[in-house]
């Protein structure tokens, strides 16, 4: 979610709020861009994944 909005703040105004809210390569800001760079190959994998069978899961 950070991600997209920080994206689509970029796309309409040219405005990077993660960088101006920590500053433009801080460490912070590096881990933001880490931490939503992870999640969305997370999401990416999980895009792909074969769904379980729901029946296994149940007693």
């Keep these: ?3 997209a909005l920080n ?5 309409l105004i040219q405005l990077d709020l993660v960088a ?6 801080s460490t ?3 881990i933001v861009y880490v931490l939503v760079g992870l999640a969305g190959i997370y999401m ?4 792909f994944a074969v769904p379980r ?3 296994l899961g149940r007693s």
């Design 44 to 47: 990416l994998v999980r895009a």
């Design 20 to 25: 101006t809210l920590f500053g433009a390569g």
């Design 53 to 55: 069978d729901p029946e």
């Design 28 to 30: 912070p800001a590096r």
């Design 7 to 11: 994206w689509g703040l970029v796309g």
């Design 1 to 3: 979610i950070i991600g």
